[in-house]
């Protein structure tokens, strides 16, 4: 089965609830399928290790780069 999960942080360094949550949640899910998560690059100087671990692990990870909005008025 194949996975798509969107979500606004890449869940390393795996420091916080939601991170842990979600990184096991996936590492899990990708044992049995293919996952593919879409996350916004934050410039964290973590980014690198957490996508090679991610990798490992068999997380498919696609970056997207985050775009202020433009203010109006």
Known sequence: MKILVIDE???WPVDSGKKVRVFNVLRQLA???EVILITYVWGDPNEPDGLKKM???G????QVERRNPI???
């Open 71 to 73: 203010k109006s008025g």
């Open 55 to 57: 990798e490992e692990d």
């Open 9 to 11: 942080y890449l869940s």
């Open 59 to 62: 997380i498919t990870v696609v």
């Open 31 to 33: 044992q049995r399928n």
